[in-house]
């Protein structure tokens, strides 16, 4: 499994941006999709967004679709996800995974979790 690094969060305010960043060391990256998801205490972990190996093909969820954007470098083994608008439901721990692009929609197919970055919107 790809070991990855979440950065970037932070508190902002609401309908600032922010830019999430997702790294690894590993050289296998660009032969996976990559997913992004959050989870609130006391919530289930969902996803938000993913994108396939070579960019050609991107997912969101309803809530952050039009003000979320997925996307990567293959050349620098980076994902991000640049978030706009952002609401204070938009709080949550940011994670990214990688696999199939077929499998990324739902979390619980993943049972291995990396730390992942804190952010916090507030009104």
């Known amino acids: 499994q790809v070991q990855l690094t979440e950065s970037g969060g ?3 305010q609401a309908g600032e941006p922010l830019r999430l960043s ?12 990559v997913g992004w998801y ?3 205490p006391g919530k289930d972990r969902e996803f938000v967004a993913s994108i396939t190996r ?11 679709r039009g003000r979320f954007t997925i996307s ?5 083994k980076m994902a991000y996800l640049q978030m706009t608008l952002l609401k ?9 995974q990688t696999g199939a692009y077929a499998d990324l929609w739902d979390p619980r197919t993943f ?5 992942g970055t804190q952010v916090t919107v507030s009104s």
């Not at 997702?22 to 999709?33: E, H, W």
């Not at 049972?111 to 730390?115: G, K, P, R, V």
Request: charged share 25%; hydrophobic share 25%; glycine share 4%.
């Open 10 to 12: 932070r508190m902002v």
């Open 72 to 76: 990567r470098d293959n050349n620098v």
């Open 22 to 33: 997702c790294g690894t060391s590993s050289l296998t990256f660009p032969r996976y999709a």
């Open 54 to 64: 070579y960019s050609d093909d991107r997912k969101y969820a309803d809530s952050v």
């Open 88 to 96: 204070p439901e938009d709080t949550g721990v940011y994670y990214c």
């Open 38 to 40: 959050r989870q609130v």
């Open 111 to 115: 049972t291995t979790w990396s730390q």
